[in-house]
């Protein structure tokens, strides 16, 4: 090893392998470069080393333990054998075949300390979200600092937490902090630049189309941007689900629908231009953020095939649009204990329970706060045609506050939480979107505080976290138990699986720690 | 409400104010703080009065390394002050003769030790640090400052933001000093044949993290490696203090120290 050896290859041209655009478009393979593996949020993966008949050879091959961490939400995405990960103001990345670490990079100077979502790749980059909204890329290769953008304030009352997502040459990110008092929106920005290539509000401006669904709390309406969105190339439309209107729990000072809160958009992928919307829970009093993924799907409805978008919402239904027009096909509960409404009529409005809203002495409800549903991942297996939903039965008692309400302090008009007595229970289940019923379900024991989502494999198993902190599989067609893992602690991210010179594995994190897991080899 | 509030804020401050010549807001206030030619004075004080226990360069002997932050790091600049007037009764740290002046310029240069660069940025050119960074002193084969540059060193973008000066000054000049350990020049010869050349950016018995030249990273698993050289150092040339004159590597000091992605907001507008 000499210095002119390095000096002279140095200054070589760079032939590195590059994530295009192409790539993103195929969805999983070996790499899982998505938040969701594939744009149509799908998290499904071709990878079938690992089967229903072998999940239960399963065994650890690396922890990563992230320093200072506590409730990792990062998914990670691995690109070549390297595996991207983030934590607060942080990215790094591991070896993905034995954990070790490749390179770090910390943004210390952040004025805000958030959970982070994960990172998005495009060419040599990689792109994440500070706590004080900041968009950063990075260089893939060794997390050089390319270039660093604030598209959002602190002092407005928002925060970075989601995990960026690229759609050809842009890079789009949102927004957190919808239960403070903030106005919410999708912003693109050119990947190679970071300039700003447009920007749409979830909240209408005082004057434009929608603000007359507010009151006089339009400025602050919330609607925030939490996660990521998912695509559809053909149509060249981008959906994105939005959170609830603000106050969270007092809707008195906003009469109206609270316009585009809780609502699916479909937006033009070049020009941040909607094209439609639809609201899943008009004037949300409960904070039921349409949260979960859109996931696309083409299947038939009624005998016809059609361009589907499927939502689990946190309002305890799951919605099925056409993704063409957003017009409403049908809605079925997801959940067992589901009392404010009596269902969805054939507009796609709820038939509300008259006196559910939050009441100064507290008004039980069901679903609770978090919702049926809530951000944890979900997952659609084309081969068995099943999407693969956490639930949570639980109902919670909602309080509202006859306090004036304060934009950006926290204020959030009330609270919930369930009676001691009648905690909540997480499942996965099995729904079949072309007829809405439950195929089947995995009922989990625990403390009702998990935020874990799943994963689908071809190989016939469905791979996700539970509530007593397990890495669980279970078989695609039945549900049945396959394999558990015991984390030693709470998770509160979804798994992913990837593949190395023809192995597969499969990552999640746990609240402190990066695992991979693999089946066993005795032969070693 | 909130006069009475003001008053009281005021009235807090009059003892701290009455102690050190602080300014009209009432706070203490050190005058030498973030100026580059009083910290340069402070380091000549150091270097005359203070180096016998402390080392030259702060790296510690009979009293304490001044550059490692946790030792002195959680004192504000008062405290600092105080000590450096005062000493620590009951141990080894004397009072000194200093003025009122010198004492801060001495406490600037103490605090600028263990500060990024950018809080206290020493003195030199910048502009013609730029230019040796990116011509004669080669930097940039091998570092990048926002994408531009060499892919083997360590990312210089944000230098001035996490570094202190004198950091950066003694990676430039004695660059074996801190180890690095995650950027040994490293040689591995794969069973198929292949040569890999690059940095280890982390390695164990079992695998290497190598990045070559042209910035591609192998996850090199060493079971397969039929050769594995890791050099004693790093890929860094370690005659620079020979190469470049004492005012070229100040400027590129200067220059580093400059390397914020975020800008520099002083404390007291924090």
């Given at each position: 090893m000499t210095i002119r050896f390095l000096l002279s290859a140095a200054l070589a041209t760079s032939l590195a392998a590059q994530v295009k655009y192409e790539d993103l478009l195929k969805g999983p393979g070996d790499n899982w470069i998505t938040y969701s593996g594939d744009y149509q949020g799908k998290r499904h993966s071709p990878l079938k080393q690992i089967t229903a008949a072998n999940a239960g050879n399963l065994v650890a091959q690396w922890t990563y333990h992230v320093p200072k961490a506590s409730g990792l939400r990062t998914n990670p995405l691995v690109y070549n054998g390297v595996m991207y990960v983030t934590n607060t103001n942080e990215v790094r990345a591991l070896d993905a075949r034995t954990g070790r670490l490749v390179w770090e990079y910390k943004d210390t100077r952040s004025k805000k300390e958030a959970v982070n979502r994960g990172v998005a790749l495009l060419g040599d980059r990689v792109f994440f979200v500070t706590g004080d909204v900041h968009l950063v890329a990075l260089d893939?290769?060794?997390?050089?600092?390319l270039w660093q953008k604030q598209y959002g304030r602190v002092e407005d009352g928002l925060y970075g937490s989601m995990a960026p997502m690229v759609v050809k040459d842009k890079v789009l990110v949102g927004v957190s902090g919808g239960d403070s008092g903030m106005r919410g929106y999708v912003a693109a920005y050119q990947?190679?630049?970071?300039?700003?290539a447009w920007r749409i509000y979830t909240v209408p401006a005082k004057g434009e189309k929608g603000s007359e669904s507010w009151g006089n709390f339009v400025e602050y309406g919330g609607a925030a941007t939490w996660l990521s969105g998912t695509y559809d190339p053909e149509l060249n439309t981008i959906y994105w689900t939005t959170g609830n209107p603000w106050p969270d729990f007092y809707g008195g000072d906003r009469k109206?629908?609270?316009?585009?809160?809780c609502s699916l958009l479909a937006i033009?992928?070049?020009?941040?231009?909607?094209k439609w919307y639809f609201q899943f829970t008009p004037h949300d009093t409960h904070d039921w953020d349409a949260q979960a993924w859109p996931v696309l799907v083409d299947l038939p409805f009624n005998g016809k095939p059609r361009k589907l978008v499927l939502h689990a919402n946190r309002n305890g239904f799951l919605y099925v649009l056409d993704r063409v027009t957003g017009e409403f096909l049908r809605a079925t509960k997801i959940i067992d204990k589901l009392d404010w409404a009596t269902g969805i009529d054939p507009k796609g409005r709820p038939i509300l329970v008259p006196g559910k809203d939050p009441t100064p002495n507290g008004n039980r409800v069901c679903p609770g706060v978090r919702g049926a549903t809530n951000w944890m991942a979900p997952s659609f297996n084309p081969a068995t045609g099943l999407f693969h939903v956490i639930t949570l039965e639980q109902c919670d008692v909602f309080t509202s506050s006859a306090k004036e309400p304060e934009p950006k302090k926290n204020f959030s008009g009330g609270g919930a939480s369930p009676k001691p007595t009648e905690l909540g229970q997480f499942f996965l289940r099995a729904f079949?979107?072309?007829?809405?019923?439950?195929v089947w379900e995995y009922p989990m024991t625990g403390p009702a505080e998990m935020w874990a989502g799943t994963v689908s494999t071809a190989g016939g198993v469905v791979f996700f976290g539970d509530d007593d902190g397990h890495l669980v599989a279970v078989d695609s067609k039945t549900g049945k138990h396959l394999w558990h893992f015991q984390m030693g602690e709470g998770i509160t991210a979804s798994p992913i699986t990837y593949a190395i010179d023809g192995k597969q594995y499969v990552a999640i994190a746990s609240a402190t720690a990066i695992y991979s897991f693999a089946l066993f080899e005795p032969s070693r | 409400m909130r006069r009475s509030l003001a008053a009281l804020l005021c009235f807090a401050a009059v003892p701290l104010a009455a102690q050190h010549d602080a300014s009209k807001e009432g706070k203490p206030k050190n005058p030498a703080m973030g100026n580059p030619t009083a910290i340069a004075s402070g380091q000549k004080l150091f270097v005359n009065s203070c180096a016998g226990c402390h080392g030259v360069k702060a790296e510690g002997g009979r009293g304490p390394n001044l550059r490692k932050r946790g030792v002195w790091h959680p004192l504000e600049d008062d405290a600092l002050f105080t000590i450096i007037r005062k000493?620590?009764?009951?141990?080894?740290?004397p009072a000194s003769n200093f003025n009122e002046e010198q004492a801060w310029q001495v406490a600037a240069f103490v605090r600028a030790l263990a500060s990024p660069a950018i809080e206290n940025p020493p003195p030199g050119n910048v502009q013609a640090g730029e230019t040796t960074f990116w011509g004669k002193g080669g930097c940039s084969n091998c570092h990048r400052i926002l994408g531009r540059g060499g892919m083997l060193g360590p990312d210089l973008s944000n230098a001035g933001a996490t570094l202190a000066a004198e950091d950066l000054r003694e990676s430039i000049v004695d660059p074996d000093a801190d180890g690095f350990l995650r950027y040994k020049g490293a040689t591995v010869v794969l069973a198929n044949g292949t040569t890999l050349k690059g940095v280890a950016r982390n390695r164990t018995n079992y695998s290497m993290q190598l990045q070559d030249a042209q910035g591609n990273l192998h996850m090199v698993d060493l079971s397969k490696a039929k050769q594995v050289d890791i050099s004693d150092h790093s890929p860094m040339p370690r005659n620079y203090a020979q190469r470049l004159s004492k005012q070229e590597i100040d400027d590129l000091v200067a220059f580093l120290s400059r390397q914020s992605v975020r800008p520099f907001e002083p404390a007291e507008k924090k």
């Open positions: 893939r290769r060794n997390g050089a600092l990947a190679a630049t970071g300039e700003e109206g629908d609270n316009l585009f809160s033009d992928a070049d020009t941040g231009k909607m079949d979107p072309t007829t809405g019923k439950r | 000493g620590i009764p009951g141990a080894d740290m």
